[in-house]
Nanobody, 114 residues
Framework: VQLQASGGGLVQPGGSLRLSCAASGSMFRSNVMGWYRQAPGKQRELVARISSGGIGNYADSVKGRFTISRDNAKNTVYLQMNSLKPEDTAVYYC?????????WGPGTQVTVSS
């Protein structure tokens, strides 16, 4: 079963997007969840993580602009992205932390461009 991220799109610099990722209940509730991204020609990187109790941590590059949250009732994790920059352009994925290879889905494309 893959994790399906959604909510990406084309947005102008300074704009906002909200990504969503739904997971199965048993896997979601007990795991730390993360949002990762991979830009063209770069390695995949972790940008935000959230504990099962809802505590978020962020990469320096997105701190203060991105907010990770989770709805345990809906088994869904979100990434609110504000003040987007062209360097945020990437395919965004969700997965557990540590990641599980079989859970990688196709991700959702975020393009920040004027």
């Amino acid at each position: 079963v893959q994790l399906q991220a959604s909510g990406g799109g084309l947005v102008q610099p300074g704009g906002s997007l909200r990504l969503s990722c739904a997971a199965s209940g048993s896997m979601f509730r007990s795991n730390v969840m993360g949002w990762y991204r991979q830009a063209p020609g770069k390695q995949r990187e972790l940008v935000a993580r959230i504990s099962s109790g809802g505590i978020g941590n962020y990469a320096d590059s997105v701190k203060g602009r991105f907010t990770i949250s989770r709805d345990n009732a809906k088994n869904t994790v979100y990434l609110q992205m504000n003040s987007l920059k062209p360097e945020d352009t990437a395919v965004y994925y969700c997965n557990t932390i540590p990641s599980i290879r079989t859970l990688w889905g196709p991700g959702t494309q975020v393009t920040v461009s004027s």
